[in-house]
């Protein structure tokens, strides 16, 4: 897969998870009846979704978003290169630990939290860490130029353009 579309996908998770973030921020709490049981299915534990919470958690989400998809055209530069790194990590991370709760330390197995861990959150996760990892380690090519133009038409423009100077 090329670095475009890696760069693509990822930014597209990372910016669902921050419209998801964006969404409970409305106070609503789909796909959960209310914000103790979204808080367990997310997290595992009970944690506020207030805006003291949500917002630096979308605003984090989105400049990796950003980053990512910059990273995977060749463009951002080093800052750029930084941000898909701290993606890479964070996701890395959060794919070991996920690895630990599947392994059932530290996480029922009969919660809904064990199961979207074990099928979405994880998985997830652990293909995102590696995306980002290929983007930040991988050099990545400049942009191309467009090819110099040939052929009769290119030519006549050129002596046209020689014959108009002083």
Sequence with gaps: MNTSRLGTLTAAVLLTDAAAHLYWLTGRTWPAHDVRSLSLAVLNLE?????????????????????????SRGRGGLPARLVTGAVAAGTLVRAAAGLVWILGIGADTATPFYWLNLIVYTPLCAAMATAAGLLTLRPLAPAARPPHPTGPAATLSRTAGRAARP
């Design 47 to 71: 944690v506020p979704f207030t805006p003291r919470v949500l917002v630096p958690l979308a605003a984090v989400l989105t400049t990796g978003a950003v980053a990512v998809l910059a990273r």
